[in-house]
């Protein structure tokens, strides 16, 4: 059931803002360019197996196709609406080629073209293509700029692929490309030597105090005080439909009484980690909660009476991009417990396994994920309804805020 691993990377525009996703297929990873490739089964199959909207929510799929795909046709079996057509890299370009990358084009269908190099041959699909995408660690930075002075102003989009970190999502966009590709976003933004915001600072706090055994309530009281954020997003959190919960909750003492320390904490980290993330990208705080989510529902169907820390190790794992801190020094400062402070920084526990599966997941590193489900003793067949669930949970925790 390969077809039913999936995996997505975000395409965001210069305001770092979600423009779509490429779909990573776990079956076209070494495809021939013989037909049938693995690729038009998998593709076929996954359209029946997945919701577009669980997928994807209501951004665009950028899904590679190779040659005999293309030709063939396997590619009309997908919604034009909800789809943009990938040309693959390294495809040879022929007539054939240029016909039914036409034909799609006239059917109403968005072509991208994938390791867009300038080359004679791939100039008769660019004008059928709205996206050229350019691989930014195989070819030059003075390439780069040879392609962003001749097409910025185009009608095909410039995507800049393989954006790896923050100045090279700077030096695309300088350039002219008008989106980028890749994890970058997930990394922390250097900061010069100057005061800590007062935001990033108070959620600080609050996690500190959170974490303290026992729950400490006037210290959670005084940090919230500090920041009305704070308080408004954790009472929104608590009064949002997914607690499924008729009495409306008004206070942090009031919360505690109904809903016990534990859960308190669940929900209280959550503020204190999405709500100094109002200057950083959606998606950072989709993927944040995604990997909570997805850590906790690990830990549930493992059996084990510990899922908060595998929630817990999940989106802590994120806070370095979302605070631009060193995970080190945010770990060092919070009162949690060993298990999870050791998965954080790398030592091997089943914390740390479950964290690691996930992350390959997200990367698409298949074998990878194949190593460290097999650590944590589930079965990776298990891992793709999770991720649905998770993905869902996810999106509505993150739409009232």
Not at 345 to 368: C, F, H, I, K, S
Request: negative net charge; proline residues 6%.
């Amino acid at each position: 059931m390969n077809e039913r691993f999936i995996a997505r990377q975000p395409i965001l525009d210069t305001a770092l803002q979600l423009h779509g996703y490429e779909l990573l297929f776990r079956g076209s990873q070494g495809a021939t360019a013989v037909a049938p490739s693995p690729t038009s089964q998998v593709i076929a199959d996954s359209t029946m197996v997945f919701n577009w909207s669980d997928l994807v929510g209501n951004v665009p799929a950028f899904v590679n196709f190779g040659t005999p795909e293309l030709i063939n046709g396997v590619a009309l079996l997908l919604p034009r609406r909800h789809v943009v057509i990938e040309v693959q890299a390294g495809a040879d370009v022929d007539d054939s080629m240029v016909a039914a990358c036409r034909s799609l084009h006239q059917a109403g269908y968005r072509l991208a073209l994938d390791g867009f190099a300038d080359l004679p041959q791939q100039r008769p699909l660019v004008e059928l293509s709205d996206y050229l995408k350019v691989d930014f660690q195989g070819t030059s930075p003075e390439f780069h700029a040879e392609l962003g002075a001749r097409y910025a102003v185009g009608k095909a989009k410039l995507v800049a692929k393989k954006i790896e970190g923050w100045a090279e999502y700077h030096r695309a966009r300088k350039l002219g490309f008008s989106l980028l590709q890749g994890f970058f976003f997930l990394e922390p933004q250097t900061l010069q030597k100057r005061d800590i915001p007062s935001s990033r600072l108070n959620a600080l706090n609050l996690l500190n105090a959170v974490h303290e055994n026992p729950l400490n309530l006037p210290a959670v009281e005084a940090a919230l005080k500090r920041d009305p954020g704070l308080t408004y997003k954790l009472l929104r959190y608590l009064n949002s439909p997914i607690m499924e919960r008729r009495v409306e909750i008004h206070s942090v003492a009031n919360a505690v009484q109904l809903l016990g320390d534990q859960t308190f904490r669940r929900w209280a980290t959550l503020a204190a980690v999405v709500t100094p993330a109002k200057d950083k990208p959606s998606e950072l705080v989709q993927m944040a909660l995604t990997r909570a989510l997805l850590c906790e529902k690990i830990a549930e169907r493992l059996g084990r009476k510990d899922a908060y820390e595998f929630f817990l190790v999940g989106l802590l794992s994120l806070t370095p991009a979302i605070l631009d801190q060193p995970l080190s020094h945010i770990v060092a400062g919070l009162p949690v417990a060993r298990c999870v402070s050791d998965a954080l920084l790398g030592t091997p526990n089943p914390l740390r396994y479950a964290l690691d599966a996930v992350l390959a997941y997200e990367q698409a590193e298949w074998d990878q994920f194949v190593t460290f489900m097999e650590r944590i003793e589930l079965p990776e067949d298990a891992l793709p309804d999770c991720l649905v669930a998770a993905s869902k949970a996810a999106r509505e925790l993150a739409s009232p805020l």
